[in-house]
């Protein structure tokens, strides 16, 4: 408060100091414990991130400085002029590919006879691929790592594509299994009523019906196996280096820091359109359900 | 589309063989690629050539008990886990309170935020944690800048970061299946009970904790599991030695020694298939509860 102020003036000011304090005091005793952990979870969580995107945008950043000393983009023409980052790169596309393709060509029509089918045992079958989940993962993958030994297969697209297929099976064939049982069968059969053959009814009925879900499944295969680090390092070097082996070599040989950050920043990209759509597709309590929960 | 109705048969009266023929490809790939691999390992560490002769013995598990360095890495990976799975627990709790009994826009944010690590991969979580706590990384800048503090040891490439990384990694999953075992409990019970005149405290000693037993069980369990498999993490975020057993394997396997591997995956095997039997107990007595 300067001094030249009246009286009234000042009982003014106080009046609102003093009524703005209490709604914000009140607000934070009654939203404390929120607040705290909002920033703390923020802090904590995003803090990490923000850190690799300021990274991917500095020229030089000198100790300790909080922000990059020297902006720039400089780095971004040398990360993708590396050859083992644009091979990495391709090498990641056409796996995630082929695993996608394939686990759609084994696992869909496995999902619609369990949809829609009458066969004994057919419960237990598809609590069957809950074995996949039954081991821990990385003890898994080396005894198949062994196996793949003997058959030549460790440093090949084949092995890298076969042991990433593993992941997939589960998700790949209970979302579409629950999608095509929730088609509403009457619509299919005022369909067939009308003469429309069964061909006709699955691709202009059935399928338009399952196919958001079914999307969802396919995304979340090709994501999943672009990203999935382990298998591939345990099966693909030295030969076949997918974009996060690629990666691994990167944060062990220590090399430009910016390197690491911007791949990470492009690395990122379909997860981000993973969490979009997911969110939209796969609503509520599904995932926690998948769970036991 | 909920999970249970998954296994209630939807399908026609009129029984279809050649359902059987659709469900075969992706069951034969997983007996190819799970079911045998892992009992192949099984058998083949248990059974020695002796003169040319195939017989049972455990030589090869008291080898890797005999071998200091491996019991050092088994019960490091068994520490680490331990630490690790509790202090999610600590941390998420709190946090799937808030969730389940506050509608704001400030829990939107909260739970955006605990959910939020699920959409970044293994490998840009241990990159980013990386820079933010290695040496001369964002935190010790922040510390030494606004606070003067000049002591900050990094926990990159020691056993805490490991579990610092872990732990990251592990929060969606755990603050889910809690918000989902709280959300289980209706207002209606807890509304009763306070109209009965019980106190904030009694509420959640004597109603919210014992009816979150389970799902409790479950995601103990669960990050056991995940934890004690875990490789990404630990590979590049932990110390060269002692190490978790699945970088531990990793480099038995490149070191051209398989039956080794073997063997240390075959113990994985025999550790989570004992903590398993808790998740799978809690989920079936859930499952018969609830009338299933």
């Known amino acids: 408060m300067s001094h030249g102020t009246t009286s009234a003036e000042n009982s003014l000011w106080r009046d609102f100091l003093q009524s703005s304090r209490r709604s914000f005091g009140q607000m934070l005793r009654q ?15 995003l803090g990490p991130m923000l850190n690799v995107f300021l990274w991917a945008f500095t020229q030089r950043w000198r100790y300790p400085a909080l922000l990059p000393t020297e902006w720039g983009i400089r780095f971004w023409a040398d990360t993708f002029a590396r050859a083992d980052i644009t091979e990495g790169f391709i090498t990641s596309l056409y796996t995630s590919f082929f695993v996608t393709l394939l686990s759609a060509l084994i696992c869909l029509p496995a999902a619609y006879a369990f949809a829609r ?41 084949a092995g890298v594509v076969l042991i990433q297929l593993i992941n997939t099976l589960l998700f790949m064939i209970w979302i579409p299994t ?25 691709i202009q009925i059935t399928l338009p019906l399952v196919l958001p879900a079914l999307s969802a499944a396919l995304l979340l295969t090709f994501v999943g196996a672009f990203y999935e680090t382990q298998g591939a390092l345990l099966i693909g070097v030295p030969n076949v280096r997918t974009l996060p082996v690629v990666m691994i070599l990167l944060i062990n040989n220590q090399v430009v820091v910016q390197y690491g950050a911007i791949l990470s920043v492009v690395l990122w990209i379909p997860s981000v359109i993973l969490l979009v759509f997911a969110q939209r597709v796969l609503r509520g309590g599904t995932l926690a359900a998948g769970f036991g929960v | 589309m909920s999970q249970q109705s998954l296994f209630h048969s939807s399908a026609t009266r009129k029984r279809n063989w050649y359902g059987y023929l659709l469900v075969a490809p992706p069951f034969l790939i997983m007996l190819a690629l799970i079911i045998y691999p892992a009992s192949l390992a099984v058998i083949e560490t248990v059974l020695v050539r002796r003169n040319g002769v195939v017989q049972f013995s455990l030589q090869r598990y008291m080898d890797f008990f005999n071998t200091p360095l491996a019991v050092t890495n088994l019960f490091f990976t068994l520490r680490l886990t331990i630490i690790t799975v509790a202090l999610l627990f600590l941390i998420c709790f709190p946090i799937a309170l808030y969730l389940r009994f506050t509608v704001s826009r400030l829990s939107g944010t909260v739970q955006f935020l605990s959910l939020f690590p699920m959409f970044v ?39 805490s970061g490991i579990v610092v990384g872990l732990v990251w990694e592990g929060i969606p999953i755990t603050v889910l299946i809690l918000t989902a075992g709280l959300s289980q409990i209706s ?4 509304e009763t009970a306070q109209d009965v005149g019980a106190n904030r405290w009694q509420i959640f000693w004597k ?46 396997f490149n070191n051209n020694l398989p039956s080794q591997a073997q063997v240390q995956a075959v113990i994985t095997f025999v550790i989570s298939a004992l903590v398993s039997v808790f998740y799978v107990r809690a989920v079936v007595s859930q499952r018969l509860e609830q009338g299933e």
């Open chain 2, 187 to 190: 207002d209606s019970l807890l």
């Open chain 1, 178 to 202: 629950a999608a095509f049982q929730g088609v509403d069968r009457t619509l299919e059969e005022a369909a067939l009523d009308v003469g429309a053959s069964r061909l006709r009814v699955f």
């Open chain 1, 117 to 157: 089918l009458n066969f004994p045992g057919r419960t237990p079958l598809l609590l069957s691929f809950l074995a996949t989940n039954a081991f821990p993962r990385f003890g898994l993958y080396v005894t198949i790592a062994v196996i793949f030994f003997r058959l030549q297969l460790v440093g090949t697209v």
């Open chain 2, 121 to 159: 991969p293994g490998i840009i979580t241990a990159y980013a944690l990386i820079r933010f706590l290695g040496a001369n990384g964002w935190l010790e800048r922040f510390l030494e800048v606004l606070f003067g503090y000049e002591g900050y040891v990094s926990p990159y490439l020691r056993p």
């Open chain 2, 207 to 252: 109603i919210i904790l014992p009816l979150l037993q389970r799902p409790v069980l479950i995601v103990l369990s669960l990050n056991f599991l995940g934890i004690f498999g875990a490789f990404t993490i630990p590979y590049l975020l932990g110390p060269a030695a002692p190490e978790m057993m699945g970088p531990y394997m990793q480099r038995t």
């Open chain 1, 31 to 45: 939203e404390w414990y929120g607040i705290s952990m909002a920033v703390l979870l923020a802090l904590v969580i």
